[in-house]
């Protein structure tokens, strides 16, 4: 893999100022946790994507199409090959009517926050999410009674090949925190959702409700990813990390939250393999003491 010659065939097809050499991941992700990716695309469209991927193929080289780095921990030893991050410019919406089309890149706290001022409702829950809309799609996102399939009509993704289709609902097989898209590596471009017509007053309690309620019980206040695990059927990831007394353990500067077990905090000096040494600890009190096999939500990428 010739990165140089890699480089010199993307800066043909995007803007040089999108592309970035050496950079550091703990700037892209939420963890604050990451090695260097060889290289970094920024795209501000679909075009510009499929080029980053065609080049990718065409070199075999390795690549990762990331949102806001919410969910993602970038393993010590970086990323060996091209990265491309959809938050940075792909963030363009469109509100007309009760239908909203977005790009990926849009964050989820942004996209609600713009159909709000619009009396639009069904987004109230996605307020403090802090991923993409296309990593929301991705994973069918949710809290709070919602999720994005209760508005989303369809997707503009890519497959593997390099070819751009539009796929519906019900073809995106949307369930708990999985889809299609998932499954047969899709990535998605942008997609439309329908809404509601609202209150504006009612639709900004319940959105200042939530917020409310999630600075009252998760850890705002630490670099983290979320819910670090999957919730299991018929129990509660934070309560069996909480039964299993792990309640503030620790591997280094990783620790799981006090304030809610369900989270793996970064303290301040914790490197990815402190993360995951604590999620395999996790995982193995959680088993030999309930039976049950946790999943971790995060992505992990990169080498040690």
Known sequence: MDIGLIHHQLKEQIPHQYIRLGESMKEHTSFRIGGPADIMVLPDSARQIVAAVEICRKNNCPYYIMGNGTNLLVLDGGYRGVIIKTAANMKDCKVEGEWVYGQSGILLSTLSKLVTEAGLEGLEYASGIPGTLGGAVAMNAGAYGGEIKDSLEWARVMNPDGDIKTYTKQQLELGYRTSIIQREGLVV??????????????????????????????????????????????????????????????????????????????????????????????????????????????????EP
């Open 189 to 302: 471009l942008d997609c439309g959702l329908k809404l509601r017509r609202g209150n504006r007053e009612a639709i900004e309690a319940k959105i200042n409700e939530y917020t409310r309620m999630r600075k009252e019980k998760q850890p705002l206040d630490l670099p983290s990813a979320g819910s670090t695990f999957k919730r299991p059927k018929g129990y509660y990831a934070g309560k069996l990390i909480e039964d299993a007394g792990l309640k503030g353990a620790r591997v280094g500067g990783a620790m799981v939250s006090e304030k809610h077990c369900g989270f793996i905090v970064n303290t301040g000096n914790a490197t990815a393999g402190d993360v995951v040494a604590l999620i395999n600890h996790i995982k193995k009190q959680v088993k030999e003491k309930f039976g049950v096999e946790l999943q971790p939500e995060v992505k992990v990428i990169g």
